[in-house]
């Protein structure tokens, strides 16, 4: 996959676009690329870090369907490393996981 990453002034991702998402035709048989984006906006602190607070998920398909939002989200709170969630893998021990880097809060 590969995909474009556009970015605002003050550094933030604003917009994630790639032309490698497949979408079926209507009897299933044949595949052709979309081209589909995350737009995200709303930076404001949480928590610690600074993140994007909305963003969507858009398929940009053909006429007449044209560009549309499939995917809405807000964030309005972050739990790092909480007992009552493990996204870990089935299996995996949490030494066998590397540790995510800290996020820069260019904003304190």
Known sequence: MSAE???ND????????SDDRSRASTDGRHFTQQRWSTPLRTYRAV???RVATY??????APD???EF???????DEIAYNTATVDARPKGVQPAE????????????
Do not use: Q, T
């Open 5 to 7: 990453l556009v970015f």
């Open 64 to 66: 007449p369907e044209g």
């Open 69 to 75: 939002s499939y995917l809405e989200f807000n964030v």
């Open 10 to 17: 003050d550094h933030e991702l604003i917009n994630f676009v």
């Open 47 to 49: 928590g610690a870090r």
């Open 97 to 108: 996981l590397e540790p995510l880097p800290p996020l820069v809060d260019r904003n304190p």
């Open 55 to 60: 963003g969507e998920a858009r398929w940009h």
